[in-house]
């Protein structure tokens, strides 16, 4: 894996107990890492995997937007996720 995406890894991890949005994913993962990749750039790199699945588009608030918005709820593939926050993984 290029290291470029190494965060990939911690995001497997991070969904291995509930499905998360993209801003959430970003924020954790600006906590751990010096050069996190923004909501967007989540977005556009776990479509492009087959290890992860878009779930649903959920509308979060923003300070700096007037309206809410619709951003990915990501999971892994080989889970079930519950359909309503937190998000937790069906057993």
């Known amino acids: 894996m290029s290291r470029k995406n190494s965060w990939i890894k911690i995001v497997n991890n991070m969904l291995a107990e509930r499905a998360m949005t993209s801003r959430e994913i970003f924020e954790i993962l600006n906590q751990r890492q010096r050069y996190a990749p923004h ?9 492009g995997n087959p290890d992860f699945r878009e779930i649903d588009k ?3 608030n923003s300070l ?6 619709q951003v990915s709820l990501w999971g892994r593939e080989d889970r079930e996720y519950e359909l309503s926050h937190p998000y937790r993984v069906r057993f």
């Open 39 to 47: 909501p967007r750039k989540v977005t556009l790199v776990l479509r």
């Open 58 to 60: 959920v509308s979060i």
């Open 64 to 69: 700096a937007k007037a309206d809410s918005h």
